[in-house]
């Protein structure tokens, strides 16, 4: 993507700036309310200087780079961003964004096979195998929340929520079942309430067989990010 040469390379670009700033939203929204969503974004196989895999722009990148800038000029204490990637590709292009960066945490959970096929080392990586079932991932899950927790004390987090580790998608090599990718959100959803850490989500990838079951995936996210938005209301009352 270091030459777009498509006639609608604008319209493309465009969108993909469009994006970037929904994140943006959603993490100042989420630093207000507890919870918040771009109904696009997680474009995590982008770099600094150049796009890759379907993504030009890394929208958590630059939402976590500019949370922490607007939280220093409000003089509050430097902000810490967790990246909780479970989309089935790995997040190579963040891993990479912040190689360096202790003040954000890359933590990604992702199909060993999938692309990118040269991986990035985030700050944890959890590579799982061809056909991961529900409760294999959960356990994986839960191992690298407690890794997290370990090692890092976010202000925020960002949540990339890729449907694509579910057993309809074309391109994932995982299978994970409709409760699973359920149980998932919600283990995510509730590790960040329970610590009362903000959470803004993305909804990264999704390739599904029936386009129908990608949908119905980012719907079920929703739904369950909406509860937890419920619950951060009624304790602010
Ligand atoms: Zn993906």
Redesign the pocket.
């Known amino acids: 993507m270091r030459e777009i040469g498509f006639p609608w390379s604008e319209a493309m670009a465009d969108r993909a700036r469009r994006s970037v700033g929904a994140t943006v939203a959603a993490c100042r929204a989420a630093l207000r309310e507890g919870v918040a969503a771009n109904i696009a974004g ?1 474009t ?1 196989h982008s770099y600094t200087d150049r796009g890759g ?1 379907f993504c030009v722009f890394n929208d958590a990148a630059v939402a976590a780079r500019l949370m922490q800038a607007e939280q220093a000029r409000a003089s509050r204490k430097p902000l810490q961003v967790a990246i909780i990637d479970l ?3 790995q997040g190579n292009g963040t891993a990479s964004i912040f190689r360096k960066d202790e003040s954000v945490f890359t933590l990604s959970l ?1 199909g060993q096979k ?2 990118p096929f040269r991986k990035e080392a985030s700050d944890l990586d959890v590579p799982l195998p061809d056909g991961c079932r529900d409760d294999e991932y959960l356990q994986a899950l839960e191992g690298a929340l407690t890794g997290l927790e370990g090692r890092f004390e976010p202000g925020l987090v960002i949540y990339l929520a ?1 449907s ?1 580790p579910h057993e309809g998608d074309r ?2 090599r995982l299978k994970l079942t409709w409760d699973g990718l359920e149980a998932r959100d919600r283990r995510v959803f509730d590790w960040a309430w329970q610590r009362r850490i903000p959470l803004a989500f993305a909804m ?4 599904g067989v029936r386009i129908e079951d990608t949908v119905q995936a980012q719907v079920n996210t929703f739904g369950v990010g909406a509860q937890y938005w419920r619950r951060w209301q009624n304790q602010a009352r």
């Open positions: 997680g995590h895999g989309d089935v590709h992702h999938n692309f890729g694509d391109l994932g990264a990838g999704g390739y």
